[in-house]
Nanobody
């Protein structure tokens, strides 16, 4: 069974720091490895639609950031885990929301398209002023 487990959320002040991690397991049951998967982070604030934050294709070595985090957030990966973290002093109150990790084997428009097969339970991020 494929599992995506997010961690690292919490409450921070604007300009503070945190690291969101997505650990994957069970991908071998699909016949794919982590490197075969398209990985992405989405977020959803109360009363708002879920939106794509960053998408990464390990096999192609490509990363796509949403405009509202480009230059502020960075994603890194190691084996079967990826980590999303903001640059120093870049967190804003509008970054608050539930952050979800997602995975799919093949997907087009990976930031706008939310038809990922695998999702984590989410980790809450609250940024206060």
């Amino acid at each position: 069974q494929v599992q995506l487990v997010e961690s690292g959320g919490g409450s921070v002040q604007a300009g503070g720091s945190l690291r969101l991690s997505c650990a994957t397991s069970g991908l071998s049951y699909t016949g794919f490895t982590y490197s075969d998967m398209h990985m992405a982070w989405f977020r959803q604030a109360p009363g708002k639609e879920r939106e794509g934050v960053v998408a990464i294709n390990p096999a192609a070595g490509t990363t796509s950031y949403a405009g509202f985090v480009k230059g502020r957030f960075t994603i890194s990966q190691n084996n079967t885990k990826n980590t999303l973290y903001p640059q120093k002093n870049s967190l804003k109150t509008e970054d608050s929301g539930m952050y979800y990790c997602a995975a799919e084997t093949t997907i087009y428009c990976p930031l706008r398209n939310q038809k990922y097969t695998y999702w984590g339970q989410g980790t809450q991020v609250t940024v206060s002023s």
